[in-house]
Nanobody, 124 residues
Framework: QVQFVESGGGLVQPGGSLRLSCAAS????????VGWFRQAPGKEREGVSC????????YSVDSVKGRFITSRDNAKNTVVLQMNSLKPEDTAVYYC?????????????????WGQGTQVTVSS
């Protein structure tokens, strides 16, 4: 059974850091790009970052560039989102997912295998 599990969320003060992990079981992550997404209350889900299957390319939305770093450890079948200089507007539930069609990579418009997400709250 395929299962994606996001972890590492929590409550942090503005300017703080969190390290989110995306772990997959029953699924070989190393063959896929992995995207991070977030959804804040009352807002639509948005893409935050993406890392290619090899880890050689990463992409981030402008709002997190220079603050969030995406990396992967294919040997451990995990992807990490290191979030620094957190802001209140980063508050959301964060999810990882893979492209529905593997070859679409980070440009995919369809994503699947969503986990339960992990809550990130940035507040003083």
């Amino acid at each position: 059974q395929v299962q994606f599990v996001e972890s590492g969320g929590g409550l942090v003060q503005p300017g703080g850091s969190l390290r989110l992990s995306c772990a997959a079981s029953g699924f070989a992550l190393d063959a896929y790009a992995v995207g991070w997404f977030r959804q804040a209350p009352g807002k639509e889900r948005e893409g935050v970052s993406c890392i290619s299957s090899s880890g050689g390319n990463t992409y981030s939305v402008d709002s997190v560039k220079g603050r969030f770093i995406t990396s992967r450890d294919n040997a451990k079948n995990t992807v990490v989102l290191q979030m620094n200089s957190l802001k209140p507007e980063d508050t959301a539930v964060y999810y990882c997912a893979v492209p529905r069609f593997r070859d679409d990579g980070c440009s995919s418009k369809e994503w699947g295998y969503w986990g339960q997400g992990t809550q990130v709250t940035v507040s003083s």
